[in-house]
Nanobody, 119 residues
C-alpha cells in the first residue's frame, strides 16, 4: 500500500506562483512513477505530468506545458509541482498519484489539495 499526501494548496492571486508537494510512504517507491492531476468543478480529471520517483526528466501534458514543473525533492522525499503565473482557470483540486510500471493505471491517489486562484 502507498499512502500519498498532498500539501501546499490555498487561495492565491492571479499571477502568483505556487508549490505543491506530495509525500509518499508505505513502501519503497524507486520503481514507481508519480503524477500530478487536477480536477476543476464540472470538469474531468486532467493529467498534468509525471516523473519517476527516483528522478529523471518529467513528462507533461502538452495542454499545460510551460507553466508547470514537476521535480523530485530528494531532501524532503517529496514530488513537487510548481505552477507559475497562476490564472483563475487553474482553480482545481490537485492530486498526486502513483503507479508501478508496467501497470498503466495510477493505483494510488492522495486526497487532493485545493488551489483557488482569484482574479
Amino acid at each position: 500500500q502507498v499512502h500519498l499526501v498532498e500539501s501546499g494548496g490555498g487561495l492565491v492571486q492571479a499571477g502568483n506562483s505556487l508549490r505543491l508537494s506530495c509525500a509518499a510512504d508505505g513502501r519503497t517507491l524507486n520503481s514507481y512513477r508519480m503524477a500530478w492531476f487536477r480536477q476543476a468543478p464540472g470538469n474531468e480529471r486532467e493529467f498534468i505530468g509525471s516523473i519517476r520517483w527516483n528522478g529523471g526528466s518529467a513528462l507533461y501534458n502538452n495542454s499545460v506545458k510551460g507553466r508547470f514543473v514537476i521535480t523530485k525533492d530528494d531532501a524532503n522525499n517529496t514530488v513537487v509541482l510548481q505552477i507559475a503565473s497562476l490564472q483563475p482557470e487553474d482553480t482545481a483540486v490537485y492530486y498526486c498519484a502513483a503507479r508501478r510500471p508496467p501497470i498503466a493505471n495510477y493505483e494510488y491517489w492522495g486526497q487532493g489539495t485545493q488551489v483557488t486562484v482569484s482574479s
